[in-house]
């Protein structure tokens, strides 16, 4: 398929047609990505998506500890890492 690139203001861009966006599930936002030789387009996430399960998957694997080590604030790295 072709797509003719169409001025927008000082920009450029592309149309795409109804059955498209709702082939590809593309909404308000896309995600594009410099691919060798092109242009990927993928639909965008929303925001802090997927963030609910990660969690999930680091509480069941005990990955959820917080940083801070003891109750001075200090974390690991402060304790472990930092060189005065």
């Known amino acids: 398929m072709k ?5 927008i203001g000082n920009s450029r861009g592309i149309r795409l047609s109804k059955s498209i966006l709702e082939e590809t599930g593309f909404r308000e936002v896309v995600e594009l990505q410099i691919v060798s030789g092109g242009l990927l387009l993928r639909p965008g996430r929303k925001t802090r998506e997927g963030w609910a399960e990660a969690a999930r998957e680091m509480a069941e694997r005990g990955d959820d500890t917080p940083l801070l ?16």
């Open 69 to 84: 080590s003891d109750d001075t604030g200090r974390t690991r790295f402060d304790r472990d890492e930092w060189r005065w």
């Open 3 to 7: 797509a003719q690139i169409v001025r």
